[in-house]
């Protein structure tokens, strides 16, 4: 991180400003920061670098939509999710760059597959959240949540790609735009401030990491007003479509590097 070049601070610049717009417009969009910040960087050093900025959206985010977030479901997920951390970060102790790079190449596939397959089954899942909410399906409602919370856990843990799973979930519980960005801002705020002292611990985040996040901290605030300008305005299908190919490209370039 002390040799980065004019071109490589631009890439990180711009994926900086991405993390921004996607904490206050589409989450999906974040997944091809993380492949830039993974392709740039060391892969496992990336991961420390991305999180203090995955923060500062976090915060924008929660102060757009504070008013509107599910607590119930909040709770629901966070005992999965700390069960997820705790594997990723168990797989951290022990991996090196190219197994790190790996998986967040494979990941990246992975949430690319699953973004696919959310919106191709969105009609059915809409009508299964709708009978979660009134009561019905508990058991197999608590499981979907904890399923989906660990995998959640660990891919944010690893990658910071939790987004993708989540979206699925709360997609799928039937929520709308404004009680979905709500309750992704905070449980995403809630997580990532809690992942900080695992990261500190693996030595992902240190005195460099912070410099460099400091500079580009300032791209993800224009970022996030951007994204708070045009959320009401968004192509959802034409974007999630650039989103997934971007993202395959980045997880092809991953696993191929």
Same mark, same amino acid.
């Given at each position: 991180?002390?040799?980065?070049? !004019? ?10 400003? !991405? ?9 999906? +969009? ?12 060391? +892969? ?6 991305? /999180? ?7 915060? =924008?985010?929660? @102060?757009? @939509?504070?008013? &509107? ?34 998986? $967040? ?41 904890? *399923?989906?919370?660990? !995998? ?18 709360? /997609?799928?519980?039937? =929520?709308?735009?404004?009680? =979905?960005?709500?309750? *992704?801002?905070?449980?995403?705020? $809630? ?16 005195? &460099?990491?912070?410099? /460099? ?11 996030? =007003? ?11 299908? /034409?974007?999630?479509?650039?989103? $997934? ?13």
């Amino acid at each position: 991180m002390d040799t980065i070049t !004019l071109w490589a601070f631009v890439a990180l610049a711009g994926a900086a400003t !991405l993390v921004g717009f996607s904490k206050t417009a589409v989450s999906g +969009a974040n997944t091809v920061s993380l492949a830039v910040f993974a392709a740039v960087l060391p +892969a496992r050093e990336s991961t420390g670098v991305l /999180l203090p900025l995955l923060i500062v959206g976090d915060v =924008f985010a929660v @102060y757009t @939509y504070r008013r &509107h977030a599910d607590w119930a479901t909040l709770v629901r997920l966070f005992p999965a999710v700390a069960a997820g951390v705790v594997a990723g970060t168990v797989f951290m102790l022990w991996a090196d760059d190219a197994a790190v790079r790996t998986s $967040i190449g494979a990941i990246l596939l992975l949430m690319a597959g699953v973004t696919v397959w959310r919106r191709r089954a969105a009609g059915k899942a809409d009508e299964a959240g709708k009978a979660e909410k009134t009561g019905e399906g508990q058991g197999s409602a608590r499981l979907k949540a904890g *399923s989906y919370g660990v !995998l959640g856990g660990f891919t944010t843990m690893v990658a910071n790609a939790g987004g993708p799973v989540m979206s699925m979930y709360l /997609l799928s519980a039937g =929520f709308r735009k404004l009680g =979905f960005l709500g309750t *992704s801002a905070w449980f995403f705020l $809630i997580v990532n401030v809690a992942k900080v002292p695992f990261s500190v611990g693996l030595g992902l985040i240190d005195g &460099h990491s912070l410099l /460099l996040d400091a500079a580009l901290a300032l791209f993800v605030i224009p970022g996030a =007003f951007l994204g708070k300008a045009v959320v009401d305005r968004i192509n959802q299908r /034409l974007f999630e479509r650039l989103v $997934i190919a971007a993202t395959v490209v980045g997880g092809a370039q991953l696993l191929l590097r």
